[in-house]
């Protein structure tokens, strides 16, 4: 993509209310998580003896409450949000990266090549995922880089699919024709008259990524092979509020609350990007 | 002479799922600065023999012959016509605004392939691309480097694709119906066009088209496809005057003519071409040809040449250039 296309699609984004707001909400949220736990009382692990499962507003300095341990729920969703967001850009990132570039030169070169390319993602797309994390834990440990290597080596395989079948189909255009008899390499061809006429699709597919990684994360932290008490993500604060849910709602109130926070911004984020992206929506 | 483009027995098939030959053993050579024209209906397999020579063919298509341009085969395993790509040969696609890519500005693309065909640094890439842009007659080059292709008219795509596949200063033009999606008064422009342009540089033309009044006034020798193979070659001016093929005489008089329309009654060349992969053993315009004799069924008439012409038929139009 050349550098004037992103100027102008910066600014089409600018000009569109619904984007800027996710970005500015966005923004503090991750301002929030790296900032707030210094500012605040207590530390994500601290516990408070004399207020356990306090409602928010109960306790003096814990606003939004705190959890069965007695821990400030507000520090503790910074901190799972940090983790959650941190997990969830890095697999979205190599899912862009590796599913893009995978799908795009599978699609382009079509025949042999593609069905090797597209066997082998059917190959990683049978490996059942639990049974692969659960041995990714025993070689490198629980932690998130077990979780980030297990969602990344998974998470490009349908990115991959996706952009494949596009690229087949912008194969049989004529621009990628005209583009081939001007003396284009293949590189060239991919980065300049694939890629960048599939970046509806890609960055649609890329913002459902995003909310799915974070659920993933979740289910394996719910299982106990993901993130590890005391470490806190979304994922294990809604598993834990899910089970307070009688006695004290707002453990999960307040983790799922910016879950959907997240998940909404993302979205509309990625709506409002692919139109600035596309010259005939701008 | 020495011929640019010199295309010997070029057969292309289809494997869907049985085969399809959609060329079959088309002999051609083009000169230096020579303008031919194909011409042929629908599904003759003309854009086929130029997709075949610049090694574009669909996935499931295979071509055999020999296809040499500047004396280097273009045909052969892995993509050998990619160096007859760029610089040698450029290719003029029927939907004009389908050879832009719809995501990037007009001039980003010329420039592109300025770069990297002619090895421009980029300031000087740019002032080609917009001289390129006012000598395709675009109103108002400045502008249209910074249009994207959707917000162009159809002529000045047409016109926008022309300068792309000039950009690299091709030796040879391919040039598939580049009028075809077009109005009569823009095709007359883009024809006028393409024939300045081959003048100033030097450039050979290879025409592809059904439109015969297309031809007349562009190309100096025809080429008669049909059903996957040559008919009928001659120069314009003789082939259209004297056409010994019945199946080019029947082209001609199907030629929408003023005069025609008042007599009420439009000429048509009777029944359809046969279907791809049939298999035939005599003339395949026999179950046509108003001038169809027996020996036409059992035995196909052969490319003969005579003098500058070459026709495959067993009873040609006009005995005096028949062989």
């Known amino acids: 993509m050349t550098l004037g296309l992103g100027r102008e699609a910066l ?8 984007a800027v707001v996710c970005l500015v909400v966005l923004g503090l949220l991750v301002l929030a998580t790296l900032a707030g736990p210094a500012l605040l009382d207590y530390r994500e692990d601290e516990i408070d003896w004399s207020h356990m499962a306090a409602a928010p507003f109960e306790a003096p300095g814990h606003w939004l409450g705190t959890d069965r341990l007695g821990r400030d729920l507000l520090v503790r969703t910074l901190h799972g949000l940090r983790i959650s967001l941190a997990i969830a850009l890095a697999a979205t990132l ?80 004529e621009f990628i024709d005209a583009a081939i008899v001007g003396g284009a390499g293949t590189a ?21 990524t995003l909310p799915q990684v974070i659920l993933v994360e979740s289910f394996l932290s719910f299982l106990g092979i993901g993130i590890q008490e005391p470490l806190a993500s979304l994922g294990n604060l ?29 979205n509309f984020l990625g709506d409002s990007l692919r139109d600035a992206l596309d010259p005939r929506d701008r | 002479m020495s011929a640019l483009l010199e295309i010997r027995a ?21 000169g230096p600065r020579e303008r031919l024209a194909i011409v042929g209906e629908s599904g003759s397999g003309k854009t086929q023999l130029l997709l075949a020579c610049t090694g574009l063919l669909a996935a499931n298509g295979r071509a055999t012959g020999s296809v040499r341009f500047e004396g280097r085969e273009l045909l052969g ?50 002032d080609e691309s917009l001289a390129m842009l006012g000598r395709v007659r675009l109103p108002d ?18 016109r926008a694709a022309i300068a792309l596949a000039l950009a690299a200063r091709p030796r040879l033009l391919f040039a598939d119906e580049p009028t075809s999606a077009l109005d009569v008064t823009v095709q007359a422009e883009v024809m006028a066009l393409l024939d300045a342009l081959c003048r100033d540089f030097g450039m050979a033309l290879l025409l592809v088209t059904h439109d015969l009044g297309v031809v007349a006034a562009l190309a100096g020798r025809i080429a008669v496809m049909y059903a996957g193979r040559i008919v009928e070659e001659g120069d314009t001016d003789e082939l259209l005057a004297n056409p010994a093929h019945p199946y080019t005489a029947g082209l001609l008089a199907s030629v ?40 036409c069924r059992v035995e196909g008439p052969r490319l003969e040449a005579g003098g500058t012409s070459r026709v495959a038929c067993h009873y040609p139009l006009d005995a005096g250039r028949s062989p």
Not at chain 1, 240 to 266: I, K, N, R
């Open chain 1, 188 to 208: 060239r061809i991919l980065a300049r008259h694939v890629v960048p006429n599939l970046l509806g699709p890609v960055i649609v597919y890329a913002t459902l």
């Open chain 2, 141 to 158: 080059p400045g502008s249209t480097m910074n249009a994207y292709p959707h917000e162009l008219s159809g002529g000045m795509r047409q």
């Open chain 1, 11 to 18: 600014d089409a984004l600018r000009r569109d209310r619904t």
């Open chain 1, 94 to 173: 190599v899912s862009l990266v590796i599913g893009v570039a995978w799908g795009a030169l599978a699609g382009f070169r079509r025949g042999r090549t593609d069905a090797w390319m597209m066997r082998f993602v059917d190959v990683l797309y049978s490996l059942p995922q639990v049974f692969f994390v659960i041995i990714l834990t025993v070689v490198f440990g629980r932690g998130s880089f077990t979780i980030l290597v297990a969602i990344g080596a998974f998470g490009w395989l349908t990115m991959a699919r996706i952009v494949r079948g596009q690229a087949l189909a912008l194969r049989e255009r």
């Open chain 2, 10 to 30: 070029l057969t292309v098939d289809f494997l869907a799922p049985r085969v399809v030959r959609a060329v079959d053993g088309v002999d051609l050579a083009l």
């Open chain 2, 77 to 126: 395993p892995g993509d050998a016509a990619a160096p007859a790509r760029g610089r040698g040969i450029g290719f003029v696609f029927q939907d004009a605004g389908g050879s832009l890519t719809p995501h990037r500005r007009i001039g980003d693309q010329l420039i592109e392939v300025a770069m990297a065909a002619r090895g421009m640094p980029k300031r000087q890439a740019c």
């Open chain 1, 238 to 266: 809604v598993a834990d509020g899910a089970a307070e849910l009688e006695t004290a709602p707002w453990m999960l109130a307040v983790p799922a609350a910016c879950l959907m926070l997240v998940v909404f911004c993302f």
């Open chain 2, 256 to 295: 929408l003519s003023l005069s025609a329309l008042e007599d009420g009654e439009l000429a048509t060349i009777p029944g359809a071409p046969p279907r791809a992969g049939e298999t035939i053993q005599g003339c395949r315009f026999e179950p046509r040809c108003p001038r169809r004799r027996e020996r």
